[in-house]
C-alpha cells in the first residue's frame, strides 16, 4: 500500500555460524555488506504452499520446458493461476525427472520484496523457505508469530510443511505418534512452557 514503510527482520551472522547482530529495521538501514558476504532472503512459513509432482523422466532445473510443465501438474491443486505464483523445485531435484516437491508464492509479493531490498544496494543472492519438506523423523517447531503462537511440522508422517495454531483444539489434527517415538522438537523461548504443555513433551 502506499505510504507503507517495509521492515524486515535480519540476522547478521559470521562464518556461518556466529550470530553478530539482529534487529527489524527498513530495507535502507539493513546492513551494509561486504563484497565476499551473501544475502540470503527467507519466505516465511504461512506465504509458501508445497506440492508433491512426478517430473518427466528428463525433466530438471535446468529445462526450458520445466515451468509449463510444472504449470500443468499444478493447475488444479492451486487457488491462484499459475501465471500469478513464482514456482521452485527442492534443491535436491536432479535433471532424471521423479518426485519431487515445488513450492509456491505469490510472483508479485517476492519481486517487489525482492526489488525493494536491490533499490536499498541490499542484492539477494538467494531466496530460500522458513520452513521445507523434510525425510525422516517428524519435527516439531513451535514459533511466536506476531503473539500467536504457531506449530510448524515436517517430516513422519507429515506430508510436505503443516502448519497449525498451537491451540489444544488444534492438537487432534497432530499426527499421533508412540509415547517413546523419536521426534525432534524446538520452540522458541516465549512460547516453550506452552508448547510443552500442550504437546506433552520437553522441548
Partial sequence: AAGVTLTYDYALIADGHNLIDHACVSAAFLPATARASEVVA????????????????????????????????????????TTQLHLALEPAAGPGGGSVWVAACD????????????????????????????????????????GLPQLIMTGGQVAGVMRLPLTSAAMALVPSTEVDAE????????VVELAEKLLQRKV
Fill in 42 to 81: 527467507v519466505v516465511p512459513v504461512e506465504l509458501l504452499s508445497w506440492h508433491r509432482v512426478e517430473l518427466p523422466k528428463g525433466m530438471g532445473t535446468g529445462s526450458a520446458r520445466l515451468r509449463p510443465v510444472l504449470e500443468g501438474l499444478l493447475e488444479d491443486r492451486l487457488l491462484d493461476e
Fill in 183 to 190: 521426534i525432534l522438537m524446538f520452540a522458541e523461548p516465549e
Fill in 107 to 146: 510472483k508479485s509479493w517476492l519481486h517487489g520484496h525482492l526489488q525493494a531490498l536491490e533499490t536499498a544496494q541490499r542484492r539477494v543472492s538467494r531466496v530460500v523457505p522458513e520452513f521445507s519438506p523434510e525425510a525422516g523423523v517428524l519435527r516439531m517447531h513451535v514459533i511466536s508469530d506476531a
